[in-house]
């Protein structure tokens, strides 16, 4: 607000100009990666506050303050750290709701800007192939994650990929709603249960998520950056990486 003094004759009178704060609005820059922090591996996806069609650089040197309201009504300060990235990195993590935004330049102008968040899709995951391997395969069920069991069965039942290198087995799922062949997927994520994660090539037209004795034993959140920019997952626990033997 503006407060402003008049003075007529002998008598004064004050004046209250109140700008309000400007209306922005967030646009998905199609940019999604990861970045760990403090040990822990995220999936962030990027985001550019515009007013209009003009953007707003979120620099230090051009932001004073910048503040959220998330879906439960908690409040976090962020850091603007840095001038080198102007966007926001938004953790794909985070729970479907209205991120509420209040952004000050350093030249005094409020800007409040809503980000309605919509959480990755959850996807069914089911066997695919090889005939004969569905053994090693668990479906989800009462809150537990699709399992995969390489020691059900044993080496000749699985993909054989050992002349690509040695002990290299692997099966096929299929990820419910998800076309997974190089065309329709612009980017795949696997983060671990120990926090790590790992960018997987995608390539070819074959619609499976393949399981390999290459994977990290334990939970693996699989994240999907589709064509449409639309995002889903899917957790595998993968148990056992060892065929049985007979």
Do not use: C
Request: hydrophobic share 40%; glycine share 8%; no cysteine.
């Amino acid at each position: 607000d503006h407060i402003f003094l008049i003075k007529k004759g002998e008598a004064w009178s004050k004046a209250v100009i109140s700008h309000g704060h400007a209306q922005a609005t967030w646009k998905a820059t199609g940019g999604v990666g990861t970045h760990t922090i403090e040990n822990t591996a995220y999936v962030f996806q990027g985001f550019e506050l515009l007013d209009g069609d003009t953007r707003i650089d979120l620099f230090a040197s051009n932001i004073a303050s910048m503040s959220v309201i998330n879906p439960d009504k908690t409040t976090a300060t962020l850091i603007v750290g840095d001038d080198i990235d102007p966007y926001l990195w938004f953790n794909v993590q985070k729970a479907s709701g209205d991120y509420k935004y209040t952004i000050v330049t350093k030249t005094g102008k409020v800007y409040e800007a809503t980000l309605a968040w919509t959480a990755p899709t959850a996807a069914t995951v089911s066997f695919q192939a090889p005939a004969g391997a569905n053994a090693v395969f668990t479906s989800a069920e009462g809150g537990n994650p699709a399992q995969v069991d390489f020691s059900k069965v044993t080496a000749d039942k699985l993909l054989d990929w050992t002349s690509t290198k040695d002990g290299y087995y692997a099966i096929e799922l299929k990820i419910a709603g998800v076309d997974l062949s190089a065309s329709n997927v612009k980017k795949a994520f696997r983060v671990y249960g120990d926090d790590t994660a790992i960018e997987p090539e995608i390539k070819g037209d074959l619609d499976a998520q393949y399981v390999t004795t290459d994977w990290e034993l334990g939970t693996a959140t699989m994240y999907y950056v589709l064509a449409d920019n639309s995002l889903y997952k899917a957790v595998i626990n993968f148990v056992n990486k060892t065929p049985k033997t007979e």
